[in-house]
């Protein structure tokens, strides 16, 4: 009998839930408002969960891999998570009770770099960094397999890294510094917003400062530039420490493409220590679908 | 029958080895030139666990944990160690053939941090980071209870971190702004060469910096205290990403205290992530015992 498992993925906005084979076939998938409700939260995964698997019911499902935005601890437990307006919450207790199935939890952006690993741009590998540039920066990061979680679910918050890089920027988490500041698409914007014609503008995206640069805006591409340089220098921090197989970019920044890359890759070959520096970078391949694939494999990808 | 295992830690200068109990004992310790030969090496190793084994018959050996200064893949092979003059060696492989016990082999440095959390400062944590400040900058580290090795063996480089500290100063890796070209007993001597008394004397240690530090000269305290700044920061970017329980530091320069020590707390306190800025610094407590007991603990400690 084939096996399948649930991968669900628990956003502030939205659950993303997919029932995914073994081989990383993605059968079915659905998504729904996120509840703020704990208790109808898990209410709402648990009755979707079943009206997929009614659809398979030739299948066997050996559990469920659930992503949440905050940090896990014990593949079980999040303290947490300032999206959904959460404390501490058993998700595996919930969704477990719920459900009958067996129940792994993880950070969302570790699980997506678990996805990456077992069925996107990083398969065969065993050791990657995904860094995940959008809104802030997020990170995950394998080694020998397995993701990075830490003490407290803390493991992989590469976007508080501090830098020399606007000293003078305080990040949301309070620091200064932080990586998420210079890199992310909010830091982005602030850059830009220094400069005309942004400085007048009332709304700016980072994809408006992207096709300014590419219009030949110096202070755009200067903006952009510096975000890559940034980028760079953190993954030659992460190459020292993990000594990685291959670097992930994904996220809204990412699609910047050469003109965020180009800066990336120079100042990462610079500084990343000798052995790793000729590692290669990749765009991440899942997109949305990362964090269901992640949830999958932490039970078919050991 | 009580369980035994043998710590081997090679180094480019000696070999030390200790026979050690499931309970963490070191019964007994030896300690011989290196060869730098390969097969006389693992013959000399040998010779003196087989001597070592003789006095402690009634115990039954499960293996040895080796550990060598280069780059460690699959816990066997080590793929060059230059203070060694070694290319490619079946580490594993070598001493097995000899001994018929079952080898297991890891860095040095990561060694040192498993024989740590086995036995030492960091007794009872799975997250942990060892940051050895000697010559140069070493790392072990720790997560989920395991070693971070990577993908070819360079996990934990974090000497060669870049930073922003003395960006114009090559590393003996090549790069510039290494940690190491900072924060090191190397880095610190060359630092204090630039002024008065040490730039006229022949001969300078970190020692003679401390001490001058102490007795006033507020050159020899900017070197040292900057040297802490580094490493405080190194300590809050290896807290964003790997979340430990402590941070340990050992080697030669770790003994200048807490004149070391107090910048790298404010640093570190200022640039680590939130949750993490209020965890414990500790002086590694096992000092050239470290890689015996991590060899042992490669088999005791799971």
């Given at each position: 009998?084939?096996?399948?498992?649930?991968?669900?993925?628990?956003?502030?906005?939205?659950?993303?839930?997919?029932?995914?084979?073994?081989?990383?076939?993605?059968?079915?998938?659905?998504?729904?408002?996120?509840?703020?409700?704990?208790?109808?939260?898990?209410?709402?995964?648990?009755?979707?969960?079943?009206?997929?698997?009614?659809?398979?019911?030739?299948?066997?499902?050996?559990?469920?891999?659930?992503?949440?935005?905050?940090?896990?601890?014990?593949?079980?437990?999040?303290?947490?998570?300032?999206?959904?307006?959460?404390?501490?919450?058993?998700?595996?207790?919930?969704?477990?009770?719920?459900?009958?199935?067996?129940?792994?939890?993880?950070?969302?952006?570790?699980?997506?770099?678990?996805?990456?690993?077992?069925?996107?741009?990083g398969r065969g590998?065993?050791?990657?960094?995904?860094?995940?540039?959008?809104?802030?920066?997020?990170?995950?990061?394998?080694?020998?397999?397995?993701?990075?979680?830490?003490?407290?679910?803390?493991?992989?918050?590469?976007?508080h890294i501090p830098?020399?890089?606007?000293?003078?920027?305080?990040?949301?988490?309070?620091?200064?510094?932080?990586?998420?500041?210079?890199?992310?698409?909010?830091?982005?914007?602030?850059?830009?917003?220094?400069?005309?014609?942004?400085?007048?503008?009332?709304?700016?995206?980072?994809?408006?400062?992207?096709?300014?640069?590419?219009?030949?805006?110096?202070?755009?591409?200067?903006?952009?530039?510096?975000?890559?340089?940034?980028?760079?220098?953190?993954?030659?921090?992460?190459?020292?420490?993990?000594?990685?197989?291959?670097?992930?970019?994904?996220?809204?920044?990412?699609?910047?493409?050469?003109?965020?890359?180009?800066?990336?890759?120079?100042?990462?070959?610079?500084?990343?220590?000798?052995?790793?520096?000729?590692?290669?970078?990749?765009?991440?391949?899942?997109?949305?679908?990362?964090?269901?694939?992640?949830?999958?494999?932490?039970?078919?990808?050991?």
């Amino acid at each position: 009998m084939c096996q399948v498992c649930f991968g669900v993925d628990v956003g502030g906005t939205t659950v993303k839930l997919g029932l995914v084979t073994q081989d990383g076939e993605l059968l079915e998938k659905q998504e729904f408002v996120s509840a703020h409700d704990v208790g109808e939260m898990f209410d709402n995964i648990a009755a979707h969960m079943k009206e997929v698997m009614g659809h398979f019911s030739d299948y066997q499902c050996v559990g469920a891999g659930v992503g949440v935005p905050g940090p896990v601890v014990e593949e079980r437990l999040v303290h947490g998570c300032a999206n959904l307006g959460w404390g501490d919450v058993d998700v595996a207790g919930e969704l477990g009770r719920r459900t009958g199935l067996p129940v792994k939890v993880a950070n969302d952006a570790n699980l997506a770099a678990m996805g990456e690993m077992w069925q996107g741009a990083g398969r065969g590998c065993r050791d990657l960094v995904l860094l995940t540039v959008g809104t802030g920066v997020g990170g995950g990061l394998i080694t020998g397999g397995r993701m990075i979680t830490g003490a407290t679910g803390g493991g992989g918050e590469v976007g508080h890294i501090p830098t020399s890089f606007h000293p003078d920027w305080q990040c949301g988490c309070g620091k200064y510094g932080c990586l998420e500041a210079t890199a992310s698409a909010s830091g982005i914007i602030r850059a830009a917003r220094q400069f005309s014609p942004f400085k007048e503008q009332e709304r700016v995206t980072a994809k408006d400062v992207f096709d300014a640069a590419k219009d030949g805006d110096q202070n755009a591409l200067r903006v952009v530039t510096e975000a890559g340089h940034a980028l760079g220098h953190c993954a030659a921090i992460l190459t020292c420490v993990l000594n990685p197989e291959i670097i992930l970019i994904g996220g809204g920044v990412s699609a910047a493409g050469r003109m965020l890359m180009e800066p990336v890759e120079e100042t990462f070959r610079l500084e990343a220590f000798g052995p790793s520096s000729h590692i290669p970078f990749a765009r991440a391949q899942l997109g949305n679908d990362a964090g269901i694939l992640g949830g999958a494999a932490m039970f078919f990808c050991e």
